[in-house]
């Protein structure tokens, strides 16, 4: 069965660090599109990054620089390294496979700016 799975979510201080990771089961990792999304409270889940089956990299305007998405295929994780962490990069935080018309989700991992 497909699955993702985060983690590394956490809450840190302005100017933090923090790296996200997602382990794919059940999927040819290799070939999908990684990406991972966020989602503050009473607003709409937005694209963060993307990493495409051939490395191609994309990522949000609001993140450029300061976040770096990574794919490690041997090992089936998707990765969010994430530094000078800003209040407004607060939410939850999902990963995203897809290749076509699939697509699977994970649950989510929660992360707090905050001082």
């Known amino acids: 069965q497909a699955q993702l799975v985060e983690s590394g979510g956490d809450s840190v201080q302005p100017g933090g660090s923090l790296r996200l990771s997602c382990a794919a089961s059940g999927i040819s990792f290799s070939f999908y599109a990684l990406a991972w999304y966020r989602q503050a409270p009473g607003k709409e889940r937005e694209l963060v990054a993307r990493v495409r089956a051939n490395q191609r990299l994309d990522y949000s305007d609001s993140v450029q620089g300061r976040f770096t998405i990574s794919r490690d295929n041997a090992k089936k994780e998707v990765y969010l390294q994430m530094n000078n962490l800003k209040p407004e990069d607060t939410a939850v935080y999902y990963c995203?496979?897809?290749?076509?018309?699939?697509?699977?989700w994970g649950q989510g991992t929660q992360v707090t700016v905050t001082s």
């Open positions: 995203s496979a897809v290749l076509e018309t699939k697509s699977i």
